[in-house]
T-cell receptor, first 111, second 115 residues
Framework: GENVEQHPSTLSVQEGDSAVIKCTYSDSASNYFPWYKQELGKRPQLIID?????GEKKDQRIAVTLNKTAKHFSLHITETQPEDSAVYFCAVGRSARQLTFGSGTQLTVLP | SAVISQKPSRDICQRGTSLTIQCQVD?????MFWYRQQPGQSLTLIATANQGSEATYESGFVIDKFPISRPNLTFSTLTVSNMSPEDSSIYLC????????????FGPGTRLTVL
């Protein structure tokens, strides 16, 4: 089955700096790569996703890059703000199949 | 995005009893899933709820312990049977395939405590 590794497990940045979280996966047939943000006590929220036919996608301060050859993808958050503090999960999947989630990254943005 | 509701939102149960969690999606979706999340941990897939047929369980989860129903394209239930303290966790319903898309959304979760 699919194996997803996520790094780092914790990340602290100063407000205004950038944060990068990386995930690697094992199944070369995977073609869908979403990222979720989970605040304490809340449900995971889909924040951005990318499909295998695209190398990069941006949405305001958030971007995701995908390297299919190397089987890794990354979440980039620029100009971080305290409200970005949360746990972020990457996930990997295929159409009509279940997603496999990474282990999560606790991001703390220090004011 | 799909609106997913779950009930109950939380419960405290006695050892040996069972609890049924309900999940309702506001639109028809292709796939529905049940996850478990321990505090500070990632999401562990329990099973895929199949409409009109038996659920597909992941390794380590069995139907006798976690019976699942999905009578239609918008509703599913998960029962946690013969509970023990080790079953204390957050149980999350999830849905994918709204309007044929890939996006997967989560319900608010049910916080279960077993005494």
């Amino acid at each position: 089955g699919e194996n997803v590794e996520q790094h780092p497990s914790t990340l602290s940045v100063q407000e205004g700096d950038s944060a990068v979280i990386k995930c690697t996966y094992s199944d070369s047939a995977s073609n869908y790569f979403p990222w979720y943000k989970q605040e304490l006590g809340k449900r995971p929220q889909l924040i951005i996703d990318i499909r295998s036919n695209v190398g990069e996608k941006k949405d305001q301060r958030i971007a995701v890059t995908l390297n299919k050859t190397a089987k890794h993808f990354s979440l980039h958050i620029t100009e971080t703000q305290p409200e970005d503090s949360a746990v972020y999960f990457c996930a990997v999947g295929r159409s009509a199949r279940q997603l496999t989630f990474g282990s999560g990254t606790q991001l703390t943005v220090l004011p | 995005s799909a609106v997913i509701s779950q009930k109950p939102s939380r419960d405290i149960c006695q050892r040996g009893t069972s609890l049924t969690i309900q999940c309702q999606v506001d639109s028809q979706v292709t796939m529905m899933f049940w996850y478990r999340q321990q505090p500070g941990q990632s999401l562990t897939l329990i099973a895929t709820a199949n409409q009109g047929s038996e659920a597909t369980y992941e390794s380590g989860f069995v139907i006798d312990k976690f019976p699942i129903s999905r009578p239609n394209l918008t509703f599913s239930t998960l029962t946690v049977s013969n509970m023990s303290p080790e079953d204390s966790s957050i149980y999350l319903c999830s849905a994918r395939g709204l309007a044929g898309g890939n996006e997967q959304f989560f319900g608010p979760g049910t916080r279960l405590t077993v005494l």
